[in-house]
């Protein structure tokens, strides 16, 4: 079946570094690749969607600014959350869609922790 | 808005025993329900799914089945197996279609022991 890979699995960094998390499709092409966050005893909650050479579309109360989507190839969706502080510390997990498929696969996901 | 409400976690359960997992909604319009499912180290799975009500959606001897009355769609399995250990996430699409936005549940954490 078709296999999302997401890495890394597990980062921890300082507080005001940034850190970026690569989901990549590895045997579809992903025109529409989605990110979730789940915070500890919370639902997972979709952060933005973006489609492949296009801007990522946000949800409301994700700030766009701090977490950058890049989905340049149809393989390839990065996210970067840029200046990191302690309450971004969280669980990201990607997803991704196909052009001819309707199902979405998802990655393992990325526990981030900020000291 | 759209919301799922799921039974917290963690569940243990001894193998063969009966499991349910409880999930209700909360949708104003017509939503499709889903199930996933997530393995130690992989990513969430699509277990099972029903798109409309009275539905009942199957698969690897699990099933739900869409209760538009009690806004429903409730995990069951009559014997669970230690393979069965995992992260069952309950679902609902706000376009009625496996392919748009998922909003999901919090998560139960199914503990099987032999």
């Known amino acids: 079946g078709a296999v999302v890979s997401q890495h890394p699995s597990w980062v921890i960094c300082k507080s005001g570094t940034s850190v970026k998390i690569e989901c990549r499709s590895l045997?579809?092409?992903?025109?529409?690749m989605f990110w979730y966050r789940q915070f500890p005893k919370q639902s997972l909650m979709l952060m933005a969607t973006?489609?492949?050479?296009?801007?990522?579309?946000?949800e409301q109360g994700v700030e766009k600014d701090k977490f950058l989507i890049n989905h340049a190839s149809l393989t390839l969706s990065t996210l970067t959350v840029t200046s990191a502080h302690p309450e971004d510390s969280s669980f990201y997990i990607c997803?991704?869609?196909?052009?001819?498929?309707?199902?979405?696969?998802f990655g393992s996901g990325t526990q981030l922790s900020v000291l | 808005g759209d919301s799922v409400t799921q039974m917290e976690g963690p569940v243990t359960l001894s193998e063969e025993a009966f499991l349910t997992i409880n999930c209700t909604y909360t949708?104003?319009?017509?939503?499709?329900l889903f199930w996933y499912v997530q393995y130690p180290g992989e990513g969430l799975q699509l277990l099972l799914k029903?798109?409309?009500?009275?539905d009942k959606g199957s698969n690897k001897g699990f099933e739900a089945t869409y209760r538009k009355e009690t806004t429903s769609f409730h995990l069951e399995k009559g014997s669970v197996q230690v393979s069965d250990s995992a992260v069952y996430f309950c679902?609902?699409?706000?376009?009625?279609?496996?392919?748009?936005?998922?909003?999901f549940g919090t998560g139960t954490l199914l503990a099987v022991q032999p």
């Open positions: 997803s991704a869609r196909g052009q001819r498929r309707g199902k979405l696969f």
């Open positions: 045997d579809f092409q992903a025109t529409t």
């Open positions: 973006s489609n492949e050479g296009s801007k990522a579309t946000y």
């Open positions: 949708a104003t319009g017509y939503p499709s």
């Open positions: 029903a798109t409309k009500a009275d």
């Open positions: 679902a609902l699409s706000d376009g009625g279609g496996a392919t748009n936005k998922l909003i």
